[in-house]
């Protein structure tokens, strides 16, 4: 996988984006993949035609972290995507781990263009076991060692 991660972005993003290439580029990562039952495929795509994408196709993406208007300060959302964007809010990425960072990323980074890998959006089974959540949960299990 390549993805190039555009503007200024800090030395912790740099770090959790640097984690998450090394976890999506390790022969552990397609072992897994192929072993791995995903729920909530996007219509009209395969599990395998995902994987090609993932390795062959580029997407270039910029990381912003934003502040938390004060209406959603109980909310439990720690970011979210839009096109070539993620943000994630500041004061959630300062609490989190180099490893939990890495994860988050990893899971929004499949939403972004071109990859537009999408899952429920209320908690469930399928969700958990939607590529996104799964992606995520592994980028942490792999860090983890
Ligand atoms: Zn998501």
Same mark, same amino acid.
């Given at each position: 996988m390549k993805v190039k991660l555009l503007g200024r972005p800090t030395q912790a993003q740099l770090e959790a984006y640097q984690l998450a290439m090394s976890a999506y580029n390790s022969p552990e990562f397609k072992e897994w993949?192929?072993?791995?039952?995903?729920?909530?495929?996007?219509?009209?795509?395969t599990k395998a035609g995902i994987l090609l994408e993932l390795e062959k196709v580029q997407a270039q993406v910029m990381w912003v972290l934003v502040n938390r208007p004060w209406y959603k300060r109980w909310s439990s959302v720690i970011g979210w995507a839009e096109g070539?964007?993620? +943000?994630?809010? &500041?004061?959630? !990425? =300062?609490?989190?781990?180099?490893?939990?960072?890495?994860?988050?990323?990893?899971?929004?980074?499949?939403?972004c263009?071109? +990859?537009?890998? &999408?899952?429920? !959006? =209320?908690?469930?089974?399928e969700r958990d076991n939607s590529v996104p959540y799964q992606v995520g949960a592994f980028v942490e299990k792999f860090l983890r060692g």
């Open positions: 993949w192929d072993k791995t039952e995903f729920t909530e495929i996007p219509k009209g795509r070539e964007y993620i +943000y994630t809010y &500041t004061q959630q !990425f =300062n609490r989190m781990s180099p490893i939990e960072r890495s994860s988050h990323f990893a899971h929004e980074l499949l939403h263009f071109p +990859y537009l890998i &999408t899952h429920s !959006f =209320n908690p469930s089974k």
